[in-house]
């Protein structure tokens, strides 16, 4: 098994935390995880993106994603072309309003998978975090761990 998870934020959100911890709980899982972090600059609009690169063989680095963890649409723009056909987009349910033409044509050219919950309040990253246990089938006592 190999895939590339992706996740954009905008600096100073926790991008940072949450790959850690993701990274962290995959290792545990006896996988091989790399990261491969990318700062844009202020002129840019400040979306950043983590590549964590997960291998149950060995370490690899690729730039093309399986999975998007989009929390914003601005990291979604600059990713999307980036996830492979019949990848998956995990993201608030109310992103998808945002979402331009473009962006819909491409998810229907590529058949990519939208898994969202609609989120109200501070804790999208805890949901969205969830959603993506749920797709690896990883219990959930070894999150807590």
């Known amino acids: 098994m190999h895939f590339t998870l992706r996740i954009t934020w905008a600096a100073g959100l926790g991008i ?3 790959a850690d911890i993701i990274g962290n709980m995959l290792s545990h899982l006896g996988y ?3 990261g491969d972090l990318e700062y844009e600059s ?6 950043n993106w983590f590549n964590l690169n997960i291998s149950d063989t060995r370490p690899s680095v690729r730039k093309t994603v399986d999975i998007l963890l989009a929390y914003d649409i601005g990291g979604l723009k600059k990713s999307i072309h ?6 998956y987009i995990i993201a608030n349910a109310k992103l998808r309003e945002k979402f331009t033409p473009e962006i819909e044509a491409v998810i229907a050219e590529k058949k990519l998978n939208f898994l969202s919950i609609e989120i109200s309040d501070k804790y999208e990253n805890v949901y969205l975090l969830g959603i993506l246990v749920k797709l690896l089938g990883i219990e959930a006592a070894t999150v807590h761990e």
């Open 16 to 18: 940072n935390s949450l």
């Open 32 to 34: 091989s995880v790399t």
């Open 42 to 47: 202020r002129i840019k609009g400040w979306t």
């Open 82 to 87: 980036a996830i492979r056909e019949w990848g």
